[in-house]
């Protein structure tokens, strides 16, 4: 066996590199281009996040009350106040999850309010008032020039000229500038979605098809690296010198550049495996939503007489928590203090102390109940549950509020502050709850945890975070550049043979 292993293992490594030599081309160039798009070359804006301002007491002539029964409007989902152009507006939810806008100094409201606020925030983000879209259009989907890594929807979709053309997507909810693309950007985005996540293989079979045959591409990649290593690391001296000329200095090159790399070729093509099978089943819990009807009965005090610090009061909406429903107040962060959020009984206004971590907690178990819920928003799918698990029973560990992006909740997750929730289960479950939007923003177990350990330090080497990250990235790249080099070496051999 050992002898005929020697006598093929050449062979073999020969017909399996050329097997993966295209994939290998696609993904090394693609991810080549990431970190000039991602760091190097990333297009900006004039303004990225939108400054936040206390609420104008001297604006609102109407309660929310008094605007909902002039507008018939019995039912709802929520409201919050929003600034734009010089007047305060009622932003209103409602059950047919509509957003209508009402002036709060003269009660009218806003026709296509949505569409003007969108508008408004673009311009905003853009630094330029005078500016008009080409186009504009609500997006309830993710796309193609809108991934899911993008999280929020629905999303206004607004279309410029400035600069060859620039897109920008709002969430208007939270007056979110959720990404936005240049032309650039736009064709980095299809090339790596054609050539690293093969999107291609979606357009003419399924996704489950996409993952089988990246799988097999990247399983040949390990034996191929792993051959490599034991003919030209262990068995070199076994194999006939060739006399020197061309080719016996592609072999030279691809010999000496091959063992240099083999190690980061196994680890891409196995992170890459392992972060594939994570997209068998998308997991698209992230983004569930709890937004209970509100009845106008319930609202008995009216927030204007509540005892609250308007010097630096952000926002206010409505929650439900049990039998309970609350003013959500929003603090503005201070030098001295983040940003804070209290609760107070609509009915008699008064305080409901320690209600952000409790209101954290009622939400998880309304988004891991395993019967359906009217009034969870669920973006294609539900939660996985067990429904002969014992979650509810499970010890609460440990609960915090994050201001800032962690190691278990990245900057992929684009909502903070978020309350973190850990239990203890089996598999270790941390929620991410962002309360002011009563949002699952994300849900991670031990399997999630090792999976995004492995890509990060395999395959976006955040290993190399201590040396900053055009280090980090240098590194990468050059490591990717290696992996397309001794493949091409390879490839220039079996052609002068």
Not at 147 to 156: A, E, G, M, S, T
Not at 201 to 230: E, K, P, T
Not at 455 to 469: N, Q, R, T, V, Y
Request: charged fraction near 20%.
């Amino acid at each position: 066996m050992k002898k005929y292993i020697k006598q093929n293992i050449y062979k073999w490594h020969k017909i399996i590199g050329l097997i993966t030599i295209i994939p290998v081309i696609f993904w090394t160039l693609s991810g080549l281009m990431h970190p000039f798009m991602a760091h190097w070359f990333k297009p900006t804006l004039p303004k990225e996040k939108l400054e936040i301002s206390v609420i104008d007491t001297t604006k609102i002539k109407y309660s929310i009350q008094e605007v909902l029964k002039a507008h018939q409007i019995h039912r709802f989902l929520n409201f919050r106040i929003v600034y734009f152009k010089g007047n305060s507006y009622y932003q209103i939810i409602s059950i047919d999850k509509k957003i209508r806008y009402f002036n709060t100094t003269t009660s009218e409201e806003l026709l296509n309010g949505d569409q003007h606020y969108a508008t408004y925030l673009a311009k905003y983000y853009l630094a330029d008032t005078a500016i008009k879209p080409s186009n504009i259009s609500l997006q309830t989907t993710f796309s193609q020039d809108y991934k899911y890594i993008n999280r929020l929807l629905p999303v206004w979709k607004l279309s410029f000229d400035k600069n060859g053309g620039t897109d920008l997507f709002i969430e208007t909810t939270s007056s979110r500038l959720a990404t936005f693309n240049n032309q650039n950007r736009k064709n980095f985005l299809l090339i790596f979605d054609l050539f690293h996540n093969w999107s291609f293989l979606d357009a003419i079979s399924n996704n489950q098809i996409r993952i089988v045959m990246m799988m097999i591409c990247l399983s040949i990649i390990i034996l191929s690296a792993l051959s490599g290593i034991l003919i030209y690391g262990f068995m070199w001296g076994k194999f006939k010198k060739t006399p020197i000329n061309s080719k016996s200095i592609l072999k030279k090159y691809h010999r000496q550049i091959g063992i240099a790399t083999a190690f980061v070729t196994l680890t891409f093509a196995a992170s890459g495996a392992y972060h594939a099978t994570t997209k068998w089943n998308p997991n698209k819990e992230t983004g569930l939503k709890y937004e209970p009807i509100i009845k106008i009965e319930h609202l008995k005090k009216d927030f204007l007489k509540l005892n609250l610090f308007w010097d630096k009061l952000s926002n206010i909406s409505i929650v439900t928590l049990k039998k309970d429903t609350l003013y959500q107040v929003v603090y503005n962060k201070t030098d001295d203090e983040p940003q804070e959020i209290l609760y107070f009984n609509v009915r008699t206004g008064k305080e409901t102390l320690n209600a952000d971590i409790e209101y954290a907690k009622y939400l998880v178990k309304k988004f891991t109940s395993t019967t359906q819920q009217e009034d969870i928003i669920l973006p294609d799918c539900c939660l996985k549950t067990d429904e002969n698990n014992n979650f509810f029973e499970a010890k609460l560990l440990n609960t915090k509020t994050l201001y800032s992006f962690s190691r278990d909740y990245g900057f992929v997750f684009k909502r903070l502050p978020v309350v973190q929730l850990d239990y203890d289960t089996p598999q270790n479950d941390t929620y991410f709850i962002d309360t002011q939007f009563s949002t699952l923003a994300s849900h991670i177990t031990d399997e999630d945890r090792i999976e995004g350990y492995s890509f990060a330090i395999f395959h976006k080497f955040l290993f190399m975070d201590w040396a900053g990250k055009n280090i980090r990235d240098f590194t990468m790249l050059i490591s990717a550049l290696g992996v397309l080099i001794v493949s091409l070496f390879g490839l220039a051999i079996f052609i002068k043979k």
